[in-house]
């Protein structure tokens, strides 16, 4: 008995061969490295869109808190392609799985920050404390996720092979680039938009 399927090839060559197990001959079909590459592309696009999502959704969340987080976002996405560029890392589907999940993270971590703002807002601090009481409470919960998938990141990195450890190199960028980005900078930015006392008699235009 034939029972065929798909898998990508390495080196991209098209090629077939066949594998007994448990009496059945499996024929395995190898992609051709056009069609990786089209995937590549397609997952490429998908985490570009997903980032363009969070951002909209981040500007219409948080109104101006969030379109701070969004230019960080848009940081925290060139950084990453600088660094692992520099590293010599090569865009794979197991690195641009890390990608999006980098993005989850990123988003997530401006979230966390923006609630904890609005926490201290609803005790009736002011604006500027409420920045700073919220992103200091908000900072215990964002680097404790993080360095767990440091340490997930860095096991994989050390046990895994060939594409699993594309995987966790993504995976490892991301994660200090989210701390750079998403909380620092982050941080920094929304500081320096509180200080201007712009938004001292609108909070709501702020942060909703």
Request: charged share 15%; glycine share 8%; proline share 1%.
């Given at each position: ?114 609630d904890r703002i609005k926490d201290e ?43 699993v450890k594309g ?42």
């Amino acid at each position: 008995m034939k029972v065929g399927f798909i898998g990508l090839g390495i080196m991209g060559k098209p090629m077939s061969k066949n594998i007994l197990k448990n009496g059945h001959e499996l024929v395995v079909y190898n992609r051709s490295r056009a069609s990786v590459d089209e995937l590549v592309a397609c997952g490429a696009e998908a985490a570009s869109s997903s980032k363009e999502v969070a951002s909209l959704i981040l500007v219409f969340k948080y109104r101006i808190s969030g379109l701070i987080g969004s230019v960080c976002l848009f940081v925290y996405a060139l950084l990453v392609f600088i660094i692992y560029n520099a590293v010599g890392g090569v865009l794979t589907l197991t690195g641009i799985a890390a990608l999006v999940l980098g993005i989850g993270m990123a988003v997530d971590s401006i979230i966390i920050s923006n609630d904890r703002i609005k926490d201290e807002l609803r005790k009736g601090k002011k604006l500027i404390p409420a920045v700073n009481e919220g992103s200091k409470s908000s900072l215990k919960a964002i680097i404790d996720a993080n360095v767990t998938t440091l340490l997930v990141g860095v096991i994989l990195y050390i046990f895994g092979e060939s594409s699993v450890k594309g995987f966790a190199t993504m995976l490892i960028i991301t994660i200090f680039v989210t701390i750079f980005a998403c909380v620092i900078l982050y941080r920094v930015l929304q500081i320096m938009t509180v200080k201007t006392k712009v938004f001292n008699d609108n909070e709501k235009l702020f942060i909703l």
